[in-house]
């Protein structure tokens, strides 16, 4: 298990664990000396890192692989840098992703298992049969733990697929609860499975990027494929509401210009998007200000997905 993180790492530190490389270039010092700049992480950050003289060290590794890093940390310009000493690239065997991405700061297992817990509370019938095919499902469960829920919009670290849904769970409850003629275990259904595409549309084991299938894809379409397989091996399993579970996935992004094939057409539908659209804007905007919490002025940077600038509020009442 990793031990020093970067978060730990101060001059004077002697260094002796694995990162994920994050960058690497190949450079020449003003006296000729060549050496290599890196930029080394792990979940709590990123350092930079170089190696001298290194043409004696072993130099099979890229961006994105793991390397075993021995070490002293000093100071350059007031910033915390790794001059290594040693280094080797690593097996995967010797690796926990969420040791070096970024990740939810709860505990994916605890979270599963309240996902579990709630919905083992839907009443006995198709629903409750489907959603326990899809998530009892251990290869797909290994997945759905660690999934970000987007390369960088919202919930973008190890988890955040499972942090995301949780939260939908309890306000879908809620609008549930204040709208009673909503069908319930048709919103829980439409929340759990409305981006379980993700789990294999994003690859999350060196960093975050579209697999090759999800790039051609989608996750909605990928979605569907998993939760037809699913329902298929349910005997009778209802038409009528195999096309209405179908409908909330493809229309889970609300419009035609977001990438929904099909907008919304009945409230349990209008309920899934509305909400997936509340908690991950709002989650978007949470990171950009803690992004900038130490950003001078009254408005953050523009954020890429929202396309625009935040209300520092907090700045405005000081």
């Not at 326990?132 to 973008?156: G, N, Q, R, T, W």
């Not at 659209?277 to 990171?287: P, V």
């Amino acid at each position: 298990m990793k031990s020093q993180f970067v978060s730990d790492l101060t001059p004077g530190t002697r260094l002796e664990t694995i990162f994920l490389i994050h960058s690497k270039e190949r450079k020449t010092a003003s006296n000729g000396r060549p050496y290599l700049d890196l930029e080394l992480r792990d979940a709590t950050g990123v350092i930079k890192a170089k190696v001298w003289d290194c043409d004696r060290l072993d130099q099979d590794f890229e961006a994105e692989d793991f390397v075993w890093v021995q070490g002293n940390v000093d100071a350059y310009r007031g910033t915390p840098q790794v001059v290594v000493a040693k280094l080797r690239r690593c097996s995967e065997e010797e690796i926990d992703p969420r040791d070096y991405l970024p990740r939810s700061k709860r505990d994916p297992e605890e979270m599963y298992a309240a996902l579990l817990e709630r919905l083992r509370r839907v009443p006995e019938g198709p629903v409750r049969a489907l959603l326990l095919a899809v998530f009892e499902d251990l290869s797909i469960a290994e997945k759905y733990k660690l999934a970000p829920a987007a390369m960088s919009y919202h919930h973008a670290y190890l988890g955040g697929l499972l942090e995301h849904v949780l939260s939908l769970i309890e306000l879908g409850d809620e609008v549930c609860d204040h709208y009673p003629s909503l069908r319930r275990d048709l919103v829980l259904a439409g929340i759990l499975l409305h981006d379980i595409g993700k789990i294999e549309e994003l690859s999350f084991r060196r960093g975050f990027h579209y697999t090759t299938r999800g790039q051609l894809l989608g996750h909605i379409t990928i979605g569907l494929e998993i939760v037809n397989e699913k329902m298929r091996a349910i005997p009778d399993f209802p038409a009528d509401l195999r096309n209405q579970i179908e409908h909330i996935i493809l229309s889970h992004h609300g419009e035609l210009e977001f990438g929904s094939p099909k907008q919304p057409a009945f409230p349990e539908a209008f309920v899934v998007h509305a909400l997936d659209n509340l908690d991950s804007k709002l989650e978007s905007m949470r990171a950009q200000y803690e992004t900038d919490k130490n950003r001078e002025g009254d408005f953050t940077a523009r954020n890429p997905a929202l396309k625009r600038e935040l209300l520092k509020i907090d700045s405005l009442n000081h």
